[in-house]
Structures are given as C-alpha cells and as structure tokens.
Nanobody
Framework: QVQLVESGGGLVQAGGSLRLSCAAS????????MAWFRQAPGKEREFVAA????????RYADSVKGRFTISRDNAKNTVYLQMNSLKPEDTAVYCC????????WGQGTLVTVSL
C-alpha cells in the first residue's frame, strides 16, 4: 500500500504562487497514475489534476487549467503541483492520491489565498 505525505501549503496573496509536493512510500510509485484533489471549507472534494505513470498524459480541471502544472519524479517517489496566479477560490486543503483514488487519504496541506 502506498502512503502519501503532502507538503508545501501556506498563506499567499492572490496572484501568488505555491508548489505542493506529495511524497510517496513504497517501491511501486511508478506503477500508479497520480492526482491532486482539493476540498474547500463546506464543499465536496474535487479533482484538480492527474498525471499518468510516465507523465506523458496529464489532465486538469477547467478551473485550474493554464494556472496549475502537475508533474512527477519517479526517482524521488514524488508528485508536484505548481500553482500560479492563485485566486481566493483556490483556498482549500489539497491532497494527493492515486488515480482513480484509493480509499486512503493523507492529511493534506492547507492552501489559503488572501485578497
């Protein structure tokens, strides 16, 4: 079973940038497509971006397309989410998971975007 630890969240002003990281345990990381999800206060968890096992296929939610970039480094068992041009509506707890997601979720990392 892959265990995931997210990091990199914080408080940023609108228009700013953050880079999230998701470190995975286990030697089978490269066998899984991975994704980022987010959950804003009072809302359902939603899909943000996904990346295939090799990184040659990527998908984004319309709300982040052109602003966020997902990538992965299989040698480091890590998936990243570069977030640019952040908006207050991007405020949420961001979690990574397999894609499709497993039932086990990490704690996530909180991103707060202020005006």
């Amino acid at each position: 079973q892959v265990q995931l630890v997210e990091s990199g969240g914080g408080l940023v002003q609108a228009g700013g940038s953050l880079r999230l990281s998701c470190a995975a345990s286990g030697r089978t990381f490269s066998s899984y497509a991975m994704a980022w999800f987010r959950q804003a206060p009072g809302k359902e968890r939603e899909f943000v971006a996904a990346i295939s096992r090799t990184g040659n296929s990527i998908r984004y939610a319309d709300s982040v397309k052109g602003r966020f970039t997902i990538s992965r480094d299989n040698a480091k068992n890590t998936v990243y989410l570069q977030m640019n041009s952040l908006k207050p509506e991007d405020t949420a707890v961001y979690c990574c998971n397999l894609f499709p997601p497993s039932e086990v979720w990490g704690q996530g990392t909180l991103v707060t975007v202020s005006l």
